[in-house]
């Protein structure tokens, strides 16, 4: 395997064996990489945007191979939305695509004089210009790209937001389609890559074949038996094959943790309206899909399509945390219109959760009413054509609460708290608390327990974040739940790698990223002081379980303990 | 003496005395009023503008005395600039006036309906409604304010940018002619009072007499001591007042370290037209000021006032810093222009270094041209206002630098870097690496020495911050020099409040003070990582001495250890 080093400022491109010396180096994949490379390259008090910030983009160390849902890709550098480090995964096939291609990770810097494409195939690494797909739409951009390039590639791209260097653009990955619909969304990883003047990167796999493991007969087995395992996991594969992400809508609207209305309820009076039976009810008359796969060598299927009412495509994919953030924090009850605004934040690259959770806070300034769907609509084209607004919103939810004035600001670490809301569901509220990527939607999910009880929350979150960490290094999905059985992937990743790895070697990777990144946010200047939930959750009362955060701070305190 | 709490909430007032318990309570004023009551009774994770972030006024403990140059008001909260604990320091008549009210702290918490005026007199305290001066400029209310209250009265006011919660919005002071001519500007102090719906304090002394002193026969000797030690104090008194902090303006250039140009250059080629001579030279055929004193009991008489062509007033103060950043660093050679600027300025209520630094970034994108004085005004008529482009102005630095995708961003904390380049003045840098008030003007200067060797430097800024922190609690101006001779003041001190206090005990309080200021800020998330100079100071010479900041982050690191 590979790393490939791109000189932005020079035009120069390299590659390099990617040296693997300890023994948890054998995991070195994904976010591990970005951590890795951030922490022991980089100058943490480095701008975002500068050209000393690298933006780097690593597959697991699975990817490639037929590991089931393990072609995840990490897309990463120092986030200009939260200042700290920033690792944001994504589906799609470019995961697979770099691993077929023996490339372990991509780290790229410096700043180009004119906007170009990064092209890597069996052939080589190129760059070409990229004028023909500037300021373009996303959609519209790949469609040219595979004009030009063929439709064997995978593409990763920024929109306008990201060539505009928007703290909360996105990366975008193309699905097995084609479409650029599955987004590294979080952080601003959009601004990175678009400091570069990279405005996207191609990847052809063509000629190449799955890698292959080091004992290959007993990685076989173990993928068999991984599979089974996941298929057998309970009732969620089936629940994510037939509803998707979209089935948390319900769940969470009735324990009252689906943020609603500006963060102000947890639930919503028009779940019926967003949430699955109704996505269901509208893709069997208008032909839409559930149990999609979103990248090659998925078992799980939970993506979607989603069409209008003359049954065309209108976006893919509608996720839990698109429905709450354009939906319920919106008081939108209106799945066309939610679809249309996720189709536009992915063709202009900017985060649903961090846009809609933006829009929400307007409530306070009489700047959007909830329910207003067309106003909505109307803020996401200001994004789209880069008017002043466009830029405050597209700057996320902390800048628009300090260009209005606004002093209950849903983030944390500068980044907006995700959909499961963190008073309803305290584990989730001790992640959002403590991750060192901010408050975000797959940090370390605590779904299990005494949701309400602030008690044993620390160590949940804990137990969770240190597994979810170590998951993003091997590419897997989140979604095949071996977070909750990481025993069964081991002897996988032995086969692979040719190892004797335990389950605590594991652990232990994750625990070190999660060391990592923090010390990287120290260094960067965001404290110990900065893990904690916004003061008005530890006050307001959530309707309707009426919860506040009460897990103490002693406690959030400690969570770096390990 | 005593507190005044205000709950702008229920719109209830009281007073209490004022505890002092311990040994270096007795210098319990100013900014260590600030510092012990965040520290001590505010949790440092509340929001900025929310109505559990106090505002706080507090003179020094030696406001309303006979003690020469020492009636200086703090001004300060939690900064919606910074995030940060804010102490922003300010001259005028409120000072006085609070000190022989005896009120030696005023506390407003909570948030109001209306937007209301705070009166205190002899009489009591009193909420009255604001309306009749709402949006308008500072020094149109300041007149509608003084038809309604009297001529004798003191007046503390936010302008446009402060109803608006603009983080980069100050509190004005009137000075003895009852202008809104003295700014607490920095870190956006005007937003917490605007918060709280209190457009403005009026404090009328009428009745009042001076604060006599515990041993008054010691103390009347210490006064007059202290005065001669002012005056024959080097060199300094006299240019002070014969050319105020203007004269600033061809020292720095001639060091290489006048802010020039956004950061990029240390000297200006249109100094001759906006130092000291070519000011003393107008007010000569216009009728302006040099030698103004701006408060009450004031020995240094370092302000000014410009007039226009025409022999009008125009505004006071024209300080060094203004300008540097209305001037120097936007290329703007014309003293006219940033006379009108600066009017405007404290007439919106914004802080004109802050202003400065954030349009001069603007020209990385294209959006300003040094020298371009009509777009300057302009921009600052957007902040008026309170456009689109207004508001982001308004925000500050950052988030002008976020909002429009810029990477060199001369900020430290959040706050821009003040008008001695640190580069230049390596002292000043490691002032502006460290200080808890983020890159400050005031927190600690270092002149001496050789200015561009890196050795040595944090141990003078160490020294002067603790010596200048500690003046602030007294009401003292820093340019009492008072940070050189710090001996002198003791006796006036201890006789004044019946103490044996002593030098070490001063620097003490200095110390204690920045200590809390430090765990406010730890508290507050913004970790040691956050102490240093932007990158680009690092790396990029700076003409004409072509130096870098070059103190290492070690030393940076070590700046607490006291």
Known sequence: MNIVKVDMTEGVVGKAPFPRPGRLDHMLGGRAVIDRYLTGHVSPRVHPLSSRSPFIVAPGFLAGS????????????????????????????????????????????????????????????????????????????????????????????????????????????????GRPSRHAARGGVGAIMGAKRLKGIVIDDTGTTLRRAVDEKAFRAAVKATIETMRSGGPYGEILRSSGTPWFVDLDNARGSLQTHNYRLGSFDKVNDINASKFIELNKVRGGTMGHACSPGCVIHCSNIFHDAGGRYVTSSLEYETLTFLGANLGIGDLDAIARMDRRCDGIGIDTIETGAAIGILNDVGLFDFGDAARAEELIEEIARGTLMGRILAGGTELVAKVFGIDRVPTVKGQAIAAHSGRSMKGWGVTYATSPQGADHTAGPVGAGDLLNPKGQVELSRNSQIINTALDATGFCHFTF?????????????????????????????????????????GAGIGPGADGMPEFTKTEPLPPTNAVFDVPDEEIQGFFNF
Chains 1, 2 share one sequence.
């Open 482 to 522: 071996m977070y909750r059985y990481p025993q069964v992937i081991m002897p996988m990743i032995n086969a692979f790698c040719g190892t004797d790895l335990t389950i605590e070697d594991f652990l232990e990777l994750g625990k070190e990223m999660l060391r990592q990144e923090r010390a990287f946010n120290l």
């Open 66 to 177: 037929s590991a089931p849902s393990a072609n995840r890709l990490s897309v990463g550098g120092k986030s200009p939305l939260t200042g700290g480090i920033k690792e944001a995964n994504v589906g799609g096939t470019a995961g697979s695509k770099l691993g077929r291609l023996a490339i372990q990770a991509l780290v790229v810097e410096g700043k180009s004089s004119q906007w170009q494409l990064l092209k890597l195939d069996q052939k080589g690494i190129n760059l070409d210009p990229a004028d023909f797909v500037m300021g373009l739409d996303n959609y519209e951009a790949c469609e040219r790209i595979r004009e030009r390039y063929g439709k064997k590639i995978g593409v990763l791209i920024i929109g306008p937001a990201g060539e505009r260097l928007s703290a909360n653009s996105t990366v975008a990955a193309t699905d097995p389609e």
